[in-house]
């Protein structure tokens, strides 16, 4: 069964820092999605993207986060200085079409600032 | 906006048992409904989802769940839970437009032995 790859699986970095978490979605999908859990949290949603542009953020993505698919395979999230309470797990998702439908998430990145 | 309500923080049910966690959805129209189970420092799996048809919905590891709009409810329910089922139950909704879902705070399940 095809799989949302995510990488690295847990990322330590210091505050201020720049981090970049890296997701491979499924071959034939076209939405893409970035989803945070900070621990014992539900899991919010931060932005989706499809034809290579953000369709909708949250409150949450703020000017410290950007997204881009750089290669046409890689899905990437990136924080600019990165805050302690920027830890959390984040899951990369991507779906055939929009509304959820074949939604499928990847294992998770876990950053923890320090 | 939608939103998802489980009511339900934790669950303690005993082996053997019955279990049904609770969810309740805000939204206008039709709804795609969710169930995601995810154990400790895991990711989310999908355990079923009703976008339309039949209301009673099966899933994965002998879960169902029933959607009732006069209820704006999606409960999922098994008739007998295994110690392997113990973790976090998220209900989640997505719209016909918005590509986005949303997640209930989720439910926490405990299986007593």
């Known amino acids: 069964e095809p799989e949302v790859t995510q990488t690295p699986s847990h990322q330590v970095t210091q505050m201020g820092q720049e981090v970049i978490l890296r997701c491979v979605p499924i071959?034939?999908?076209?939405?893409f999605y970035w989803y945070r859990q900070i621990l014992g949290q539900k899991v919010e949603f931060l932005v989706s993207?499809?034809?290579?542009?953000?369709?909708?953020k949250s409150e949450i993505f703020d000017d410290q986060f950007s997204v881009e698919r750089p290669d046409g395979s890689n899905f990437t999230l990136k924080i600019r200085s990165t805050k302690l309470e920027d830890s959390a797990m984040y899951f990369c998702?991507?779906?055939?079409?929009?509304?959820?439908?074949?939604?499928?998430f990847g294992s998770g990145t876990r950053l923890t600032v320090v | 906006a939608q939103s998802v309500t489980q009511p339900d923080i934790h669950i303690t049910v005993s082996e053997g048992a019955s279990l049904e966690l609770r969810c309740n959805y805000s939204?206008?129209?039709?709804?795609?409904l969710f169930w995601y189970v995810q154990s400790p420092g895991q990711g989310l799996q999908l355990l079923l989802k009703?976008?339309?048809?039949?209301?009673l919905v099966q899933g994965i590891k002998g879960f169902e769940a029933e959607f009732k709009r006069s209820q704006s409810s999606f409960n999922l329910r098994k008739p007998s839970v295994h110690w392997s089922d113990a973790a976090e139950y998220f209900c989640?909704?997505?719209?016909?437009?918005?590509?986005?879902?949303?997640f209930g705070k989720g439910t926490r399940l405990h299986i007593l032995p």
């Open positions: 998702a991507s779906s055939e079409a929009g509304g959820g439908i074949g939604y499928t």
């Open positions: 071959s034939n999908h076209l939405y």
């Open positions: 993207f499809y034809n290579n542009e953000i369709s909708e």
């Open positions: 939204y206008g129209a039709t709804p795609y």
């Open positions: 009703y976008f339309s048809g039949d209301t």
């Open positions: 989640a909704v997505a719209t016909n437009r918005d590509d986005k879902i949303i």
